[in-house]
């Protein structure tokens, strides 16, 4: 009689797994679909009350992985290399006071960090520095500060504003975009990060008022008008505005565009052909009631953008960042959590949510406590996510490494989870070794055999956790003992 095999694709030997994996729809204490639980720091351990904005930086030397974490008191630095080990490196504390508000962003392996208490300004941290803490978590020093006004916080000085709610930058460029300043009636703030360590202020952009967030590309859509022309996205409170910013000193208005039951529009982000845009309001919610909402724009025409469609996700919960990689939005929900959506079939009006990471698990309701934002563009999968109640999480999808398959081998592994046996069965190939690694990459039991297509294994000596499994050395798969 046959018994009924769970069959798993396997893993290349030199991935690594969730330190919590998503079983039934939870991770531990968090609700979950599709994405495991790779590490968690929380806010006692990064000395902070609360926790705010993230981002990400790869040392291009060796490939190594940092995450960037804003707090009420500073900003957090994280080494992700080992994504289940993750060493917190220290913090660089805030320039002025301490704020709910924090916002960072990297080029040429320096961290410009802005925040919304008085007197703060831009601060410019060389993460080139990480590369050797010796004791960590260390207390950094910037190496340099910008201010929106020099001398503006100067203490014979009556003005003493200095602060910014957010910044973009234009990587292709070389400028910062300081957002929501005292400068140009809170429209951009133009700097010039060529030489990080050295910003200059080359103008800004005053005619449309306020804005909020904002991202800025070198133009490669489908409008031609427009071609490698360096165009401004941003997010104005209640409307979405279209710059031409090529010339600092001559910024022109392209278009502007409002939708139905704004709120207050706060973030957008680009598909990575230029086509649409997918837009958050961080009111409607509470205002009109619906489900979390995403306005996405049509801009095959800048001058005359449309709102093609609104897409509703699953729960009440409020959108806070969004970021698309590839195919995939990547969406903040507050006390949703993190919600991933397939935007593959955006043309016809279709998206589709394919999993979530819930690191809020009391609720879903309209409040601001939970994630943050997100940072999901690191090359190994590992996401980023940042928490306002709980600290720094580093998530992954569940099934990202199944695309590495790099064997025809096929074996089942049988149950699994286990608890004190183990089944291995092969229908073609012969069974000749298995190993069995922990979650540091370190072998802890390996066995030879004579190359029958099953085998069985004691594995009662094994504490509860997850591991790998390596069959023949070819194909690998993750092992949870319960």
Same mark, same amino acid.
């Given at each position: 009689?046959?018994?009924?095999?769970?069959?798993? $694709? $396997?893993?290349?030997?030199?991935?690594?797994?969730? !330190?919590?994996?998503?079983?039934?729809?939870?991770?531990?204490?968090?609700?979950?679909?599709?994405?495991?639980?790779?590490?968690?720091?929380?806010?006692?351990?990064?000395?902070?009350?609360?926790? #705010?904005? %993230?981002?990400?930086?790869?040392?291009?030397?060796?490939?190594?992985?940092? @995450?960037?974490?804003?707090?009420?008191?500073?900003? +957090?630095?994280?080494?992700?290399?080992?994504?289940?080990?993750?060493?917190?490196?220290?913090?660089?504390?805030?320039?002025?006071?301490?704020?709910?508000?924090?916002?960072?962003?990297?080029?040429?392996?320096? /961290? $410009?960090?802005?925040?919304?208490?008085?007197?703060?300004?831009? !601060?410019?941290?060389?993460?080139?520095?990480?590369?050797?803490? @010796?004791?960590?978590?260390?207390?950094?020093?910037?190496?340099?500060?910008?201010? *929106?006004?020099?001398?503006?916080?100067?203490?014979?000085?009556?003005?003493?504003?200095?602060? +910014?709610?957010?910044? /973009?930058?234009?990587?292709?460029?070389?400028?910062?975009?300081?957002?929501?300043?005292?400068?140009?009636?809170?429209?951009?703030? *133009?700097?010039?990060?060529?030489?990080?360590?050295?910003?200059? @202020?080359?103008?800004?952009?005053?005619?449309?008022?306020?804005?909020?967030?904002?991202?800025?590309?070198?133009?490669?859509?489908?409008?031609?008008?427009?071609?490698?022309?360096?165009?401004?996205?941003?997010? #104005?409170?209640?409307?979405?505005?279209?710059?031409?910013?090529?010339?600092?000193?001559?910024?022109?208005?392209?278009?502007?565009?409002?939708?139905?039951?704004?709120?207050?529009?706060?973030?957008?982000?680009?598909?990575?052909?230029?086509?649409?845009?997918?837009?958050?309001?961080?009111?409607?919610?509470?205002?009109?009631? $619906?489900?979390?909402?995403?306005?996405?724009?049509?801009?095959?025409?800048?001058?005359?953008?449309?709102?093609?469609?609104?897409?509703?996700?699953?729960?009440? @919960?409020?959108?806070?960042?969004?970021?698309?990689?590839?195919?995939?939005?990547?969406?903040?929900?507050?006390?949703?959590?993190?919600?991933?959506?397939?935007?593959?079939?955006?043309?016809?009006?279709?998206?589709?949510?394919?999993?979530?990471?819930?690191?809020?698990?009391?609720?879903?309701?309209?409040?601001?406590?939970?994630?943050?934002?997100?940072?999901?563009?690191?090359?190994?999968?590992?996401?980023?996510?940042?928490?306002?109640?709980?600290?720094?999480?580093?998530?992954?999808?569940?099934?990202?490494?199944?695309?590495?398959? =790099?064997?025809?081998?096929?074996?089942?592994?049988?149950?699994?989870?286990?608890?004190?046996?183990?089944?291995?069965?092969?229908?073609?190939?012969?069974?000749?070794?298995?190993?069995?690694?922990?979650?540091?990459? !370190?072998?802890?039991?390996?066995? =030879?055999?004579?190359?029958?297509?099953?085998?069985?294994?004691?594995? %009662?000596?094994?504490?509860?956790?997850?591991?790998?499994?390596?069959?023949?050395?070819?194909?690998?798969?993750?092992?949870?003992?319960?």
């Amino acid at each position: 009689m046959k018994k009924t095999l769970f069959l798993f $694709f $396997f893993l290349s030997i030199n991935l690594s797994f969730a !330190q919590t994996p998503c079983v039934n729809g939870m991770a531990g204490i968090y609700p979950c679909s599709g994405y495991d639980l790779m590490a968690h720091l929380d806010l006692n351990t990064l000395n902070a009350s609360s926790g #705010n904005d %993230s981002w990400g930086w790869t040392d291009p030397s060796d490939g190594k992985e940092y @995450a960037l974490m804003g707090l009420n008191n500073g900003t +957090a630095f994280i080494d992700i290399s080992d994504p289940v080990n993750p060493v917190y490196l220290g913090k660089l504390p805030t320039h002025s006071g301490n704020s709910t508000w924090r916002d960072i962003k990297v080029y040429k392996n320096h /961290a $410009f960090i802005v925040s919304e208490e008085t007197c703060h300004g831009m !601060q410019v941290f060389d993460l080139t520095r990480l590369r050797n803490v @010796a004791n960590p978590p260390e207390t950094f020093t910037e190496d340099a500060h910008y201010e *929106f006004v020099p001398g503006n916080c100067d203490p014979n000085s009556s003005a003493t504003h200095e602060s +910014a709610h957010n910044i /973009a930058i234009n990587e292709d460029t070389g400028y910062a975009y300081a957002i929501g300043t005292n400068t140009y009636n809170g429209g951009p703030h *133009f700097i010039n990060i060529q030489n990080p360590t050295n910003p200059v @202020a080359a103008g800004g952009f005053s005619a449309e008022g306020y804005t909020h967030d904002a991202q800025i590309v070198i133009y490669n859509g489908p409008d031609i008008d427009y071609l490698g022309k360096e165009i401004f996205f941003g997010s #104005n409170e209640d409307e979405l505005v279209i710059v031409d910013v090529t010339d600092k000193s001559s910024p022109q208005t392209i278009s502007t565009i409002n939708y139905p039951d704004v709120g207050y529009t706060h973030q957008s982000w680009l598909t990575g052909d230029q086509r649409y845009l997918l837009m958050g309001d961080e009111f409607d919610e509470s205002l009109v009631g $619906f489900n979390t909402r995403t306005i996405i724009f049509d801009l095959l025409d800048l001058d005359n953008p449309v709102v093609d469609f609104e897409y509703f996700g699953p729960t009440p @919960a409020i959108d806070h960042n969004g970021y698309i990689k590839g195919n995939t939005f990547y969406l903040s929900n507050y006390t949703a959590g993190i919600r991933i959506v397939d935007i593959t079939d955006i043309a016809t009006q279709n998206m589709t949510e394919i999993g979530f990471f819930d690191t809020y698990p009391a609720d879903n309701s309209v409040a601001f406590d939970g994630v943050w934002s997100n940072y999901p563009f690191f090359a190994s999968g590992n996401i980023v996510v940042s928490d306002i109640n709980s600290g720094f999480f580093l998530i992954r999808d569940s099934n990202a490494a199944t695309e590495e398959i =790099k064997t025809q081998n096929t074996f089942a592994v049988y149950p699994n989870p286990a608890r004190d046996i183990l089944h291995i069965v092969s229908e073609v190939n012969p069974i000749n070794s298995i190993d069995i690694y922990n979650m540091l990459g !370190q072998k802890i039991m390996d066995y =030879k055999f004579s190359g029958k297509l099953n085998q069985e294994l004691d594995i %009662s000596t094994l504490d509860s956790g997850v591991y790998m499994i390596s069959v023949n050395k070819t194909s690998s798969n993750r092992l949870i003992i319960k």
